[in-house]
């Protein structure tokens, strides 16, 4: 009794980047993004996640986890069916609604920032608090801080990543992918761009010429737009030199964030 | 009636239903209309006045009898030959954007124009011409919608006469003009037949000025003639009375039957 | 004279829009650059092309249906064209012509759906029952479309409706090419309505008995205004305001006879599109906005000012 109190007043006075940690350790846990899917996998808390999102597919045994949904915008229901006492969502406009009315309903939730990779290690100390595995947790956590910390090599090639070609959308520096870049020693030639990701004219990539267009893909096939006849206006386009970076890996910042920064780096020496 | 030319129009025992309608709008109605004749066709409302214009014209094609423009079928006119030998001022016009009174007059001109050919100076010459013989010709310049509705009224059989026709076809023209401009449209219309040697075909409600100006009337009642000739031999006080269901006394005045309606809805002799 | 003006400023207007960019090309390097040549020029000339099909189609739509606050994308062909592309996406049509081909098969499906509506009861292509069966077609497939986007799981559907609200990002000599190549026959059909349409003013009945051929009339310029919708929906998404603002600020200056104001409209509307997209892609550089919203930005307030002619006139 009396070390539930203290855990319950410590709890209190943390704090964290949204959501309220106080409260009994979590034991039936929806996950809506697949970076939480994967960290609380990776703090041995997998057990206790009873519902993920379609996207949530690492690791392997996340796959015998029952789908709400692809959580764009989540499924209310379909998580409530769930019985959860917990549900972890990504700080966005339609999911502040989704946790609102999860909460009118009765199911605590927890809105967690996840941009850039700094957000990652307050993500897994508040997903260790909240099923009560903060050692790892915090170890974990501290490693991603690290990574999140590491001065950058100076960069030996240039790039841009294209999320989309018509109209053009290229990541900017809010964005974990434009870190992850950093980190492998690649300079993103959108740098300027403040915000994650934003829609530029296609004169602008051409001029800006960087060395490598990198897009996400779980094929070996080059974009549709590689021959697009406006397009081998860029050069990197027009000798397809093109960074094809698989979505489970790149397209999510998390626990094997490290490892797609060795990737990164692997595909640039190439 | 004047020499044994071929008449301009000919209706003859035409029949007509409009689809869906349970009885004839048109019934074995004949009609011929000549150069220099001026011809009125008069009825109470619903009696197929407009329908009997729209098949002498070729708009709808008749069901029974045959309806002949210059001896040819109405409905096998091309259209641009048509307009070139009958002009016609329907009951209603759109006024959708706001023109001058030679341009809209000039409109009339489109028959005897070539697809890609510009106005030539023998199609303002007919304009001109058109407004003069409608007493008109100071208004060239005005804004249409600046016209009182006697000019206006004046101003659109100008555009019919600016089409050169043999044949003029005017629905209703007298409808809300004042009694000066009432006259005045009679006479206009009357000395077109007398000088130009037009033939004029006119719907009207007015039984009394078509009695004074026509030169025969055609009176129709449920789509069925009931008398046609000249004036004195349609317009009888038991004609108009059985017609009408009205009340009537007859007068002569220029040698043309006047008739003036009475109070009492009761059966009374003059 | 004013046609000299208008295409004074259309012409300034291009080479504005091949000036100026966000990538900063020196006027001196303009003549050698890749950059002016692949990706300008022919961005500049399809702004030109599709805004002046916008314009012609916009007047001729507004004679036809008589009907001044008539758009070119009442028709339901945007409607159509969204649900041709997003089709294309979600069945993973591969080829650097999927998106427009299934964007105008889209368009013309939903042509060809409003033009039986307008035959319905013999009405011959009644305006009204164009206008509403327009806007009834485009609605139902914006719904289906949005069904689609909401049950797939691509999140690349989503960006289509970017690739909607309009933009010429896509633009290269192959598209100026078969615009180019199939644009002057539904303009010259529908300058060659101009007399018809000028009687078709005053009415259906009255256009009638001074010769035009309605009927014929109404079918042609009806289709020749689709076909050209069409072809710019297919090539650069669904560009508003365009087709509606244009054709009356040609009037203001050139009236109502059509045999000026569709060449009027053409090349305004050229001009005009042309100069949004010049803004569209400098005035945030890097970043770029969509052209859509900058012909919104502009046409809404001069659109304002109209009205309060109108009302005042």
Same mark, same amino acid.
């Given at each position: 009794?009396?070390a539930f109190?203290?855990?319950?007043?410590?709890?209190?006075g943390c704090s964290s980047?949204a959501?309220?940690?106080?409260g009994?350790t979590?034991r039936?846990?929806?996950?809506?993004?697949p970076?939480?899917?994967?960290?609380?996998f990776d703090?041995?808390?997998?057990d206790?996640?009873?519902?993920r999102?379609?996207?949530?597919?690492?690791?392997?045994a996340?796959?015998a986890v029952?789908?709400v949904?692809?959580?764009?915008?989540?499924?209310?229901?379909?998580v409530a069916?769930?019985?959860?006492?917990?549900v972890?969502?990504? &700080?966005?406009g339609?999911?502040v609604?989704?946790?609102k009315?999860?909460?009118?309903i009765?199911?605590?939730?927890v809105l967690?920032?996840?941009?850039?990779l700094?957000d990652l290690g307050?993500?897994?100390?508040?997903?260790?608090?909240?099923?009560?595995?903060e &050692?790892?947790a915090?170890?974990?956590?501290a490693a991603m801080?690290r990574?999140a910390a590491r001065p950058?090599?100076s960069?030996?090639a240039?790039?841009?990543f294209?999320?989309?070609d018509?109209p053009?959308?290229?990541?900017?520096?809010?964005s974990?992918?434009?870190q992850?870049?950093e980190?492998?020693g690649a300079r993103?030639?959108?740098?300027?761009l403040a915000?994650?990701?934003?829609?530029?004219?296609?004169?602008t990539i051409?001029?800006?010429?960087p060395?490598?267009?990198?897009?996400?893909s779980d094929?070996?096939v080059?974009p549709?737009?590689?021959k697009?006849?406006?397009?081998?206006?860029v050069?990197a386009?027009?000798?397809?030199?093109?960074l094809?970076?698989?979505?489970?890996?790149?397209?999510r910042?998390?626990?094997r964030t490290?490892q797609a920064?060795s990737?990164l780096?692997r595909l640039?020496r &190439? | 009636m004047?020499?044994?030319t071929e008449p301009?129009l000919?209706?003859?025992?035409?029949?007509?239903r409009?689809?869906?309608?349970?009885?004839?709008?048109l019934?074995?109605?004949s009609?011929?209309v000549?150069?220099?004749?001026f011809?009125?066709?008069?009825?109470?409302?619903?009696?197929?006045?407009?329908?009997?214009v729209r098949?002498?014209l070729g708009?709808?094609?008749p069901l029974?009898?045959?309806?002949?423009?210059?001896g040819?079928?109405?409905?096998?006119w091309?259209r641009q030959?048509l307009?070139?030998?009958?002009?016609?001022?329907?009951?209603?016009?759109d006024n959708?954007f706001p023109q001058?009174?030679?341009e809209t007059?000039?409109?009339?001109?489109?028959a005897?124009?070539?697809l890609?050919?510009?106005e030539?100076?023998?199609d303002?010459a007919a304009v001109m011409?058109a407004l003069?013989?409608c007493?008109?010709?100071h208004?060239?310049e005005?804004w249409?919608?600046t016209l009182?509705?006697?000019?206006?009224q004046?101003?659109?059989?100008?555009?019919?006469?600016a089409?050169e026709?043999?044949l003029?076809?005017?629905?209703?023209p007298a409808v809300? %003009? #004042?009694l000066?401009?009432?006259?005045? %449209?009679?006479e206009?219309?009357?000395g077109?037949? #007398?000088t130009?040697?037009?033939?004029v075909l006119?719907?009207?409600h007015?039984l009394n000025?078509?009695?004074?100006?026509? #030169?025969?009337l055609?009176?129709?009642e449920?789509g069925?003639p009931?008398?046609?000739?000249?004036p004195a031999?349609?317009?009888t006080?038991?004609?108009?009375e059985t017609?009408f269901s009205?009340?009537?006394?007859?007068?002569t005045?220029d040698g043309r039957?006047q008739?003036i309606?009475l109070?009492?809805?009761?059966?009374?002799r003059? | 004279?004013k046609?000299a003006?208008?295409?004074t400023?259309?012409?300034l207007?291009l080479?504005a829009?091949?000036?100026v960019g966000p990538a900063a090309?020196?006027?001196?390097?303009?003549?050698?650059?890749?950059?002016v040549?692949?990706l300008?020029?022919p961005?500049?000339?399809?702004?030109f092309l599709?805004?002046?099909?916008?314009?012609?189609?916009?007047?001729?739509?507004?004679a036809?249906v008589?009907?001044?606050?008539?758009?070119p994308f009442?028709?339901?062909?945007?409607?159509?064209a969204?649900l041709?592309a997003?089709l294309a996406?979600a069945?993973h049509?591969s080829?650097?012509w999927?998106?427009p081909?299934a964007?105008?098969?889209?368009a013309?499906?939903?042509?060809a759906l409003v033009?039986r509506?307008?035959?319905?009861?013999g009405?011959a292509?009644d305006?009204r029952?164009?206008?509403?069966g327009?806007?009834a077609i485009?609605?139902?497939a914006?719904?289906?479309?949005t069904a689609i986007?909401?049950?797939?799981?691509?999140?690349e559907?989503?960006n289509?409706?970017l690739?909607l609200w309009?933009?010429l990002?896509s633009?290269?000599?192959?598209?100026?090419?078969v615009?180019v190549?199939y644009a002057?026959?539904?303009?010259?059909?529908l300058v060659?309505?101009?007399?018809?349409?000028?009687?078709?003013?005053?009415?259906?009945?009255?256009?009638r008995?001074?010769g035009?051929?309605?009927d014929?009339?109404?079918r042609r310029?009806?289709l020749a205004?689709s076909?050209?919708t069409?072809?710019? *929906?297919a090539?650069?998404g669904?560009?508003?305001?365009?087709g509606l603002?244009?054709?009356h600020?040609?009037?203001?200056t050139?009236?109502?006879r059509h045999?000026a104001?569709?060449?009027?409209a053409? *090349?305004g509307?050229?001009?005009?599109?042309?100069?949004?997209?010049?803004?569209a892609?400098t005035?945030?550089?890097p970043?770029e906005?969509? *052209?859509g919203?900058?012909?919104?930005?502009?046409?809404v307030? *001069?659109?304002?000012l109209?009205l309060r002619r109108w009302t005042i006139?």
């Amino acid at each position: 009794m009396r070390a539930f109190l203290l855990s319950v007043l410590m709890l209190a006075g943390c704090s964290s980047p949204a959501g309220r940690p106080h409260g009994p350790t979590a034991r039936r846990i929806v996950s809506l993004l697949p970076s939480f899917t994967e960290i609380l996998f990776d703090i041995g808390a997998g057990d206790r996640v009873v519902g993920r999102t379609t996207w949530c597919d690492y690791p392997p045994a996340a796959l015998a986890v029952p789908s709400v949904g692809d959580g764009l915008p989540p499924n209310i229901e379909a998580v409530a069916a769930r019985q959860p006492d917990l549900v972890v969502l990504y &700080k966005s406009g339609p999911n502040v609604t989704a946790a609102k009315q999860l909460e009118r309903i009765g199911i605590r939730t927890v809105l967690l920032d996840l941009n850039r990779l700094e957000d990652l290690g307050p993500a897994a100390r508040t997903l260790g608090r909240l099923t009560g595995r903060e &050692k790892i947790a915090d170890s974990l956590a501290a490693a991603m801080d690290r990574l999140a910390a590491r001065p950058p090599p100076s960069a030996t090639a240039s790039i841009a990543f294209v999320v989309w070609d018509n109209p053009p959308i290229v990541i900017g520096r809010g964005s974990y992918l434009h870190q992850i870049a950093e980190l492998a020693g690649a300079r993103n030639v959108f740098a300027d761009l403040a915000a994650p990701s934003a829609q530029v004219s296609l004169e602008t990539i051409a001029a800006r010429n960087p060395d490598w267009i990198a897009v996400l893909s779980d094929s070996s096939v080059m974009p549709g737009f590689a021959k697009r006849p406006e397009w081998q206006a860029v050069r990197a386009v027009h000798d397809r030199h093109f960074l094809l970076l698989p979505g489970s890996l790149f397209g999510r910042p998390g626990p094997r964030t490290a490892q797609a920064v060795s990737e990164l780096q692997r595909l640039l020496r &190439k | 009636m004047n020499n044994m030319t071929e008449p301009l129009l000919r209706l003859n025992a035409v029949r007509y239903r409009y689809p869906g309608a349970s009885s004839d709008a048109l019934a074995g109605v004949s009609l011929s209309v000549g150069p220099g004749d001026f011809h009125a066709v008069i009825g109470p409302n619903g009696s197929g006045k407009t329908t009997l214009v729209r098949v002498a014209l070729g708009a709808l094609a008749p069901l029974a009898g045959s309806a002949d423009i210059d001896g040819r079928p109405a409905s096998r006119w091309p259209r641009q030959a048509l307009a070139r030998l009958v002009g016609v001022v329907p009951q209603r016009e759109d006024n959708l954007f706001p023109q001058r009174v030679r341009e809209t007059v000039l409109l009339g001109r489109y028959a005897h124009l070539s697809l890609w050919g510009r106005e030539r100076p023998e199609d303002h010459a007919a304009v001109m011409r058109a407004l003069t013989a409608c007493d008109a010709q100071h208004l060239v310049e005005r804004w249409v919608w600046t016209l009182s509705g006697g000019e206006y009224q004046r101003v659109r059989v100008a555009r019919a006469l600016a089409q050169e026709p043999r044949l003029l076809v005017l629905d209703e023209p007298a409808v809300s %003009l #004042d009694l000066q401009h009432e006259m005045g %449209l009679f006479e206009l219309i009357r000395g077109l037949v #007398d000088t130009q040697g037009l033939g004029v075909l006119m719907i009207t409600h007015d039984l009394n000025l078509a009695a004074r100006f026509a #030169d025969s009337l055609l009176l129709l009642e449920g789509g069925r003639p009931i008398a046609s000739g000249p004036p004195a031999d349609v317009l009888t006080q038991q004609t108009v009375e059985t017609v009408f269901s009205w009340p009537v006394r007859m007068e002569t005045v220029d040698g043309r039957p006047q008739m003036i309606p009475l109070r009492q809805p009761k059966e009374s002799r003059a | 004279m004013k046609w000299a003006l208008l295409v004074t400023v259309a012409v300034l207007a291009l080479v504005a829009s091949v000036a100026v960019g966000p990538a900063a090309v020196p006027l001196g390097e303009l003549l050698r650059s890749d950059i002016v040549w692949n990706l300008r020029a022919p961005r500049t000339l399809l702004a030109f092309l599709v805004g002046g099909s916008l314009g012609i189609a916009g007047a001729g739509l507004q004679a036809l249906v008589r009907n001044p606050l008539a758009d070119p994308f009442l028709l339901g062909l945007s409607g159509g064209a969204g649900l041709g592309a997003v089709l294309a996406i979600a069945l993973h049509l591969s080829g650097p012509w999927a998106l427009p081909l299934a964007a105008f098969a889209g368009a013309l499906a939903a042509l060809a759906l409003v033009y039986r509506l307008g035959l319905i009861g013999g009405a011959a292509l009644d305006p009204r029952i164009l206008l509403l069966g327009g806007v009834a077609i485009g609605a139902f497939a914006a719904a289906i479309t949005t069904a689609i986007v909401s049950l797939a799981d691509a999140s690349e559907l989503r960006n289509a409706f970017l690739w909607l609200w309009g933009g010429l990002s896509s633009a290269s000599w192959d598209a100026v090419l078969v615009i180019v190549l199939y644009a002057p026959i539904p303009i010259a059909v529908l300058v060659a309505a101009s007399r018809p349409l000028d009687l078709l003013a005053l009415g259906e009945e009255p256009a009638r008995y001074l010769g035009a051929d309605v009927d014929a009339v109404k079918r042609r310029v009806y289709l020749a205004a689709s076909l050209l919708t069409a072809a710019a *929906v297919a090539v650069s998404g669904v560009i508003g305001f365009v087709g509606l603002v244009v054709p009356h600020l040609a009037r203001l200056t050139w009236g109502h006879r059509h045999r000026a104001l569709l060449p009027a409209a053409f *090349v305004g509307g050229g001009a005009l599109l042309a100069i949004a997209d010049t803004m569209a892609r400098t005035v945030v550089a890097p970043r770029e906005l969509p *052209v859509g919203v900058v012909t919104a930005l502009i046409g809404v307030p *001069v659109f304002t000012l109209l009205l309060r002619r109108w009302t005042i006139a």
